[in-house]
């Protein structure tokens, strides 16, 4: 079935350090694939999508390309922030590519920046 | 983009009552609300999707008689958590789809449940 494999946490980096999660999934065809991300306390937001393969999300400083040919989505940042500390989200739909269709989630990975 | 309010944020009851959380999308017309339910320090787990004017459709294991959702309108979806039970407690989230939308979601800040 279809799944998301994500790296698992604590990453603990300092302030500037690189950051990479990594993030694969096994879905029927090249579905929509998703990072969201979970400051302590609140819901989840989306951070980046792709929306086919070869495709890059961005924002804020985060990318992730979607590489069909390795079926992943790492996450990656240059130079990370305190305020980037949070917990992670690897996300793809549960089954069709269409509307409807609910998200599974990898396990999340939490990271902690200190300065 | 796209705001998902819920309420109450934050609730604690006695076991055997029941609770109601809604999920509000404030700025757009949710066809389609997804509930999850998240334990701390773990991933969220699909509990239930529905679609407005219909039954909801619920995940393998999820208790339907327990856990009533109702999406009456386009805009609101509640989740009732009836004869709440200590292991119910958990961090509760809606999200919703546009119409048409393929796959992006737009979630709610979460519904932190404690049963006593």
């Known amino acids: 079935g279809d799944s998301v494999t994500q790296m698992e946490g604590p990453v603990t980096l300092s302030e500037e350090a690189f950051l990479t999660i990594n993030c694969t999934y096994t879905a029927t065809g090249y579905p929509s694939l998703f990072w969201y991300v979970q400051y302590p306390g609140e819901g989840l937001q989306l951070l980046l999508k792709a929306t086919k393969a070869d495709d890059k999300g961005s924002n804020k400083g985060f990318e992730a390309t979607y590489r069909k040919e390795t079926t992943s989505f790492h996450l990656e940042k240059g130079s990370v922030q305190v305020s980037d500390s949070a917990v992670y989200f690897c996300a793809a739909p549960s089954g069709a590519n269409q509307a409807g269709t609910a998200l599974i989630f990898g396990k999340g990975t939490t990271l902690s920046v200190s300065s | 983009g796209a705001v998902v309010s819920q309420h109450p944020s934050w609730v604690i009851c006695k076991s055997g009552t029941s609770v109601k959380i809604e999920c509000r999308s404030l700025?757009?017309?949710?066809?389609?609300m997804f509930w999850y339910r998240q334990f701390p320090k773990q991933s969220l787990m699909l509990m239930a999707t529905s679609n407005e004017g219909s039954k909801a459709t619920y995940e393998q294991g999820v208790e339907k008689d327990k856990f009533l959702i109702n999406h009456a309108s386009l805009t609101l979806s509640t989740l009732t958590v009836t004869s709440a039970h200590p292991e119910d407690s958990s961090f509760y989230i809606c999200s919703g789809q546009l119409a048409g939308e393929i796959n992006e979601q737009f979630f709610g800040p979460g519904t932190r449940l404690t049963v006593l």
């Open positions: 700025d757009f017309q949710a066809t389609t």
